[in-house]
């Protein structure tokens, strides 16, 4: 499922499990389509698809967004308040 949309080509199937949380055999299972993603995590995947930098600055576990992420995250809420 998340397949180039939402990955990097570059990016391994364990690095993206690792950075939306879930195991890899979760992400081989929807690539494979064996399983298919439901209730939150389908709706990450939407996320992830339409806006990446945004899904992967709230998921970053690294400290604080960047000064983009923030920008874009003030953004992103001034329009959901209009």
């Known amino acids: 499922m998340p397949g180039a949309c ?6 391994t199937q364990a690095e993206f499990a690792a950075r939306i949380g879930v ?7 929807w690539e494979q389509g064996k399983r298919s993603p439901r209730g939150p ?4 995947l939407k ?8 899904a992967f600055a709230v998921l970053r576990r ?7 992420d923030a ?4 953004k992103l809420r001034a329009n959901a308040s209009i």
């Open 62 to 68: 690294d400290g604080g967004p960047t000064t983009d």
């Open 41 to 44: 995590a389908r709706a990450l």
């Open 23 to 29: 195991p890899v055999e979760t992400v081989r299972n």
């Open 6 to 11: 939402a990955r990097a080509p570059s990016c």
């Open 47 to 54: 996320v992830l698809d339409k806006a990446p930098d945004v």
């Open 71 to 74: 920008e874009e995250t003030a």
